[in-house]
Every structure is written in structure tokens, then in C-alpha cells.
């Protein structure tokens, strides 16, 4: 499979299996959170999905940003996972979810600054060589910028992916958030972003809660996203976008429909077999 | 665990923030990272921090141009890191409700919450670990009073018995004491399975549960060989944590803290019967239902 040539998938969640049998043709590839392959049983139902259809692993726990060594006890579990479920390539964010011991959980932002991109490209690098596998970096939503600051996001990302020789997960969704949360043109961005290297796009749902935009994953895609993703497509050969849904799953109906029209603007841009 | 160390850890410059340049004598990157992560995680320290205290500043020993940028960032973005701080709290929240079922289920939403908060007020940095944090709050929650309106010796044994289950996981399966015995006598395993306080809980009756485990579930459903080794928790009669094996073909109560007993074994010595099999089956069925309750946690092929 060429690294950037999956189509357009799902984000695989346990709700969605049945589902997922029943709609198997609609669908060219499946994301899976890496981190919940861990558990034996939790892989098994993967497996058969691994022969059925390309896989990518997408995980959680790398904590790139953070300033201490890989955890290299999670690195054996993700190249665990990635002998077991063979996926065409892994992603992680650019962010920290780890320091000192503690789980925070969730993702947090890194300080856009030489120091931060020097060590997550260098973190990176030592990844990407010891699982064998491209690495994609995601841009994640932030909803504050950290003290310490040089650079924009943007250009973060760019020397990170450069300097680590990684590719990228362009998520639009967090794009579209950021952007209306922190007041900076979203189109900008992406004429900034080296596109050549987004290998894998993210879209997924987002709502509106007071003044701040939210990516819930609970939720419609926002309609811009498609805008960008029309932009995005437009400039580059990225043909690998992935619809993630996590909570409040719809009836698939919902979720093909949304993954129609992805496949829709990718069609109208590469001449690529595609599901449905 | 916090605080400054690692003196190998490259300098930080905190310059930029505002444009001012960097002071010459600046805390490491992970210092840093380590003084966010407590003010992300401690919603006491940020009121304080916004109050005027500077005790943080000898904690991660920040220089006064460090501290004042974080002060700055902590008084200037405060609403922004609220609501990140509830996204962090959110996450904790769920994955022990992960963890805690029934007893959140008991608790019910709102109250649940509120002994969550309780928690993460007098603990605000999760451990290394979401099944030790687990063990955390299950151990915090045995010693609180339970919110009003909630029965005290239900809300106490409730959270002892799901902790019992975290602890199990941590460690090593532990010894059962009932093993043979029960084998002996398979049809009367299921009152031993959830002692009677949880079933008035999950407003289940015996007589309920009997006919979930008398064949309700037809047993061509079950599948031998399908399913490997099973292993779920429960309640002995003697309110012991238990580890029971289900075998693909045969269910049984194995002790095997020593790790020597082999299932085949055990099948063997015992001479189970063909009624005995199938018996189990329906059992294995009940359980796997409860299981969907929360009251028992079934893991299919867990780790020995």
C-alpha cells in the first residue's frame, strides 16, 4: 500500500464493530488507539480486521514533548502492537501527556520553542528508526499558548517533521479550532505546512461551547473542515483522511454520509479506487 | 516525584512569552513541564498562585523572572486553563468509572461527581498509573463518609468489593481458597457468585439470577474452544476475592497462586461429569451477563 494512497476510513471503536460488518465495503482502511491494543483481549478483535483491511495505529502515550527519555516500556508495547497488527504506519501527537511519573491523561500543549522542536524531532527520529515504521506527528487542539513560545505552531511542526525526517497527520478539525480560538487564518496555515508530507488527514466532529470551539469527537464535522480539506486536497497528494468518531456514535448512516463526502473531494482530486 | 532535578536536562529559555529576554540562570525544560503539569492538575494551587502565593516559586526553584511568567500565564489565561483542568479532571472521571461500576452506579451521577471532586481536591496528581490511581481513590473513598442520602455500610462495601477487583489486577491472581469442592457441587455455584447486599443493589433477585444460570440461555450458544481461558472475580461465601478460570470446555475454581495446577489436571482428578458441563455453560452464560452489569469483571484470557 503506498503511504499515501489508504482512501478514506473510521477510527475504529468497540461500538462500531457491528456495525463495521455490515458496512465492511464502505470503508477502505481502519484507525485504531494503539494505546487499547495493549491489553491482549482488546487486540483480538483487530485481528481479524488486520487481514480485512489496512490498519493504522494511533496512539496517545508517546508524550513526544516531553523533556525526558522515550518510556521505553510503552515503546515495547507499541512495537508489540505493530508486530501483531502490521499497520501501514503509526501516529502520535505533538504534544506531552506524561512528567515524572504522572499520567495527565490527556493531551497537553509544548511550548512552541527551539528547544521543544529540537527534542521531539529528536525523540522522534529514535521512534520512527526503531519501530520501522513511517511516524506521523498530529497538531492537536490547544486552548492556551504556553509561555515559552517562539515560533508559531505551525512552523513548530514543520522543523519538527523536517528535522526528524516524520511525516504528518493533519488533523483539520483541531485546525478549525485552533484557528477560531486563537485568531489566526487557517488557510494561512496550510499554505505554510509543508503538504508533501501529510501522509494521513484527520476529520471529526467539533462544537461550539460558549465562545470557545471544542473538538469533541461527539459531533457533527464542522462544515469548514470540508472547505480545508477541499483546499488541502487541492495541493497536495495526500489520499489517506480518517473520520474519527468517539462518543455519541450515530447510526452509520451518519458516519457514511460524512465519509461519502470526503470521498467526494478526494475523488474530484485523485483518480484512486475508493470504497463505497 | 515533582520538584527540580535532573540536572542533565538542557536549559530552558522562558524567553518570548511577552519578548523579554531570558534570565541567565533558568530551570530545565522538564522543571518546567513538571511545575505546568501541577498547576494543570492542582486547582488549589492555581487559586493560590492567583492569590499571590509564590510558594511554587521554592517547590521547582524558578527564578523570579520563571515565577512571575508563570503567575502571568496562570492570572492572564485563567479561563483557558480552567476549562483545560476540566478536560484533565473529565478523563480522571472516567477512567475510574472504568474501574468502578457499581459502585458509580450505586452513587449515581451527580454524587459520584461530587466524591470525584473530593478526591481530586485532596489528590490532585494521579498516580503512575490509571489502575493505581484507582486503587487510590477506592482506598480515599473507604475512608469518607458517604454523600447524604446513600447507606453507608452499602456505599463502604460496595467500594471495598470493587477495589478488591483493582487489587487483583495490580498483583498476581491470588489464592482461592474453594476450589474441588465447588467442582463437586457446580450447580450451587451461582448464590456464591454475588452476595446477596449487591443483588438487592442491582435490584436483582436470586430467583432471577437462578434462571439466568438454569439455562434461560440456550448452551449450543456456547461455544468450546471459542473462548480459551476466561478469568473473572468474585464474591466467595466467605467474602473472599475470588479468581475463577472458565476452561473453553469446562468452568472451574483454580488456586494457583504457585502457578503448578494445570487446568487438564484438575479436569482430570475431578472426573467432572457431562451434566456438570453443561451446567457451567449456563453459569459461564449468567455470568457473562453479570459482567455486563459490572458485578463480576470477566477477562478473557487474562495474563497468569
Known amino acids: ?276 | 516525584m515533582w520538584g527540580r532535578g535532573s540536572a542533565a536536562a538542557p536549559l530552558y529559555c522562558a524567553a518570548s512569552f511577552d519578548g523579554e529576554e531570558c534570565e541567565v540562570e533558568s530551570v530545565s525544560l522538564l522543571d518546567w513541564q513538571s511545575a505546568l503539569a501541577r498547576i494543570y492538575l492542582d486547582s488549589k494551587l492555581r487559586r493560590d498562585i492567583r492569590n499571590g502565593d509564590k510558594s511554587i516559586q521554592n517547590e521547582f526553584r524558578l527564578t523570579d523572572a520563571e515565577l512571575d511568567k508563570l503567575i502571568k500565564f496562570v492570572t492572564e489565561q485563567g479561563e483557558q486553563l480552567e476549562s483545560f483542568a476540566t478536560s484533565l479532571r473529565r478523563k480522571r472521571r472516567e477512567r475510574l468509572n472504568c474501574y468502578f461500576p457499581l459502585f458509580a452506579r450505586y452513587v449515581g451521577e451527580p454524587k459520584w461527581r461530587v466524591v470525584i471532586e473530593m478526591f481530586t481536591e485532596q489528590v490532585p496528581i494521579p498516580q503512575s498509573s490509571a489502575t493505581k490511581d484507582g486503587l487510590a481513590f477506592g482506598r480515599f473513598v473507604q475512608g469518607t463518609d458517604p454523600p447524604q442520602g446513600l447507606d453507608p455500610t452499602v456505599f463502604k462495601d460496595l467500594v471495598t468489593y470493587e477495589l478488591s477487583k483493582l487489587e487483583v489486577l495490580e498483583a498476581s491472581p491470588v489464592v482461592v481458597e474453594q476450589a474441588e469442592n465447588d467442582i463437586e457441587s457446580t450447580g450451587q455455584i451461582w448464590p456464591y457468585l454475588v452476595p446477596p447486599a449487591r443483588i438487592r443493589c442491582m435490584h436483582q433477585s436470586p430467583t432471577v439470577l437462578a434462571r439466568l444460570a438454569q439455562g434461560e440461555v440456550p448452551t449450543h450458544t456456547f461455544e468450546p474452544g471459542r473462548r480459551g481461558l476466561d478469568i473473572l472475580f468474585f464474591r466467595s461465601p466467605r467474602n473472599e476475592v475470588c479468581v475463577a478460570e472458565l476452561g473453553g470446555y469446562l468452568g472451574t475454581v483454580l488456586r494457583y497462586s504457585d502457578g503448578t495446577e494445570a487446568l487438564d489436571d484438575l479436569v482430570e482428578r475431578c472426573n467432572v461429569s457431562s451434566p456438570h458441563k453443561v451446567s457451567i455453560n449456563a453459569v459461564f452464560e449468567a455470568l457473562r451477563k453479570l459482567g455486563e452489569s459490572g458485578i463480576v469483571v470477566l477477562l478473557t484470557k487474562a495474563r497468569r
Open chain 1, 1 to 276: 500500500v503506498s503511504v499515501n494512497y489508504l482512501g478514506v476510513g473510521l477510527g475504529y471503536r468497540r461500538e462500531l464493530q457491528v456495525a463495521l460488518e455490515s458496512h465492511t465495503g464502505e470503508v477502505d482502511f481502519l484507525e485504531v488507539i494503539g494505546d487499547e491494543c495493549f491489553e491482549d483481549t482488546a487486540c483480538e478483535a483487530l485481528d481479524l480486521w488486520a487481514t480485512r483491511m489496512p490498519i493504522v495505529c494511533h496512539f496517545l502515550g508517546l508524550s513526544l514533548g516531553t523533556a525526558e527519555a522515550i518510556d521505553e516500556a510503552y515503546l515495547t508495547r507499541v512495537r508489540t502492537v505493530i508486530a501483531r497488527l502490521r499497520p501501514v504506519w503509526i501516529s502520535d501527537h505533538l504534544a506531552m501527556t506524561r512528567v515524572q511519573g504522572v499520567d495527565l491523561g490527556h493531551l497537553s500543549p509544548i511550548a512552541f520553542s527551539e528547544e521543544s522542536v529540537a527534542l521531539i524531532a529528536r525523540k522522534a527520529a529514535d521512534v520512527q528508526a526503531r519501530c520501522g515504521l513511517p511516524l506521523l506527528l498530529e497538531n492537536i487542539s490547544y486552548d492556551f499558548s504556553l509561555p515559552g513560545g517562539s515560533m508559531k505552531e505551525v512552523e513548530a511542526l514543520t522543523r519538527v517533521v523536517q528535522a526528524s525526517d516524520c511525516r504528518i497527520l493533519l488533523d483539520l478539525t483541531n485546525l478549525h479550532v485552533n484557528s477560531q480560538n486563537h485568531g489566526y487564518d487557517p488557510y494561512a496555515y496550510l499554505d505554510e505546512l509543508p503538504l508533501e508530507r501529510v501522509s494521513q488527514i484527520h476529520i471529526g466532529g467539533a462544537v461550539l461551547r460558549g465562545s470557545s470551539w471544542v473538538d469533541s469527537h461527539a459531533h457533527e464535522v464542522p462544515m469548514p473542515v470540508f472547505d480545508y480539506l477541499d483546499y488541502t486536497c487541492a495541493r497536495s497528494t495526500v489520499s489517506s483522511i480518517l473520520l474519527e468518531r468517539d462518543r455519541a456514535i450515530p447510526d452509520f448512516s451518519e458516519l457514511a454520509a460524512e465519509m461519502s463526502r470526503a470521498r467526494d473531494i478526494l475523488r474530484a482530486y485523485r483518480n484512486c479506487p475508493l470504497a463505497g
